[in-house]
Nanobody
């Protein structure tokens, strides 16, 4: 089993930055891909960005150039640097693990709230 705990969310003004962290514990040797998802109020959950063990990154168009995903070599931590934040980025952000970026994500963290004020 893998346990994931997110941190780093908060309230920020539009144009500001936040850095989210996701700490993994348990069977981390089994982790290949890690990703960030978000769920905004009244909307479905959507994938934001993912990174696999080869370092390949897939991100949605709306965050390109603003969000950067990174992962430590030990595979214990995942980060999301978010710059130039917009009110539409407001959501609960979750990290999750999978075999590939397009596979079923089998472990999820509880999430961290990001609120961007206009």
């Amino acid at each position: 089993q893998v346990q994931l705990v997110e941190s780093g969310g908060g309230l920020v003004q539009a144009g500001g930055s936040l850095r989210l962290s996701c700490a993994a514990s348990g069977s981390i040797v089994s982790i290949n891909t890690m990703g960030w998802f978000r769920r905004a109020p009244g909307k479905e959950r959507e994938g934001v960005v993912c990174i696999n063990n080869n370092g390949t990154i897939y991100d949605r168009d709306s965050v390109k150039g603003r969000f950067t995903i990174s992962r430590d070599n030990a595979g214990r931590s995942l980060y999301l640097q978010m710059n130039s934040l917009k009110p539409e980025d407001t959501a609960v952000y979750h990290c999750a693990t999978a075999s590939t970026c397009w596979s079923y994500y089998d472990h999820w963290g509880q999430g961290t709230q990001v609120t961007v004020s206009s």
